[in-house]
């Protein structure tokens, strides 16, 4: 155990699954690493990392949409955290609700599109201060943790 993990190896944060859409191309990722970074206005953070395809489609983006999960979905947690969209579609089959600058994955437990105010460079992964336009829910149920989603094998590797 590294020193770091003392402190990093206790935090449980919610995942969620962030979609982008740019250039004719969409994608979505399993994500850990997201919080609320204002009160007011309210903003929204969420880290890409450098290695996977939807950081490479959100760099074109001008919105991001999270999506909170809940426990009972770690098949859809599954799905865009253990698969790569560079091999894989991962839209396909889903029950998909347009919104501006891309798609809600109507299952979601809650929801938030935000555009993209500022980007920031964090070392391997990359901050998205989202300003949120729309927020909605669905399922009900506890949110999925990453205790939750241990042992699902990244698509991408970390680096």
């Not at 990722?29 to 009160?39: D, H, N, P």
């Not at 880290?47 to 919105?63: D, E, F, G, I, P």
């Not at 098949?75 to 091999?87: H, I, K, N, P, S």
């Not at 300003?131 to 698509?155: K, M, N, Q, T, V």
Request: aromatic share 6%; proline share 4%; charged share 20%.
């Amino acid at each position: 155990m590294t020193r770091a993990d003392v402190f990093l190896g206790r935090l449980d944060p919610d995942m969620c699954v962030v979609t982008a859409a740019a250039g004719g191309e969409r994608a979505g990722c399993l994500v850990g690493f997201a919080a609320q970074c204002s009160i007011q206005p309210p903003r929204l953070a969420v880290w890409l990392s450098k290695a996977n395809r939807t950081y490479r489609v959100a760099r074109a983006a001008q919105c991001l949409t999270v999506h909170l999960l809940t426990r009972d979905q770690r098949a859809l947690a599954e799905l865009f955290g253990g698969r790569t969209g560079d091999d894989t579609d991962k839209f396909t089959g889903l029950d998909l609700v347009p919104v501006a600058g891309g798609v809600v994955l109507a299952d979601a437990a809650a929801w938030c599109v935000g555009t993209i105010l500022h980007r920031v460079d964090g070392g391997d992964h990359v901050g998205f201060v989202l300003d949120p336009l729309e927020w909605g829910e669905g399922h009900a149920g506890p949110l999925l943790r990453l205790s939750d989603a241990i042992g699902i094998e990244a698509g991408h590797p970390a680096d």
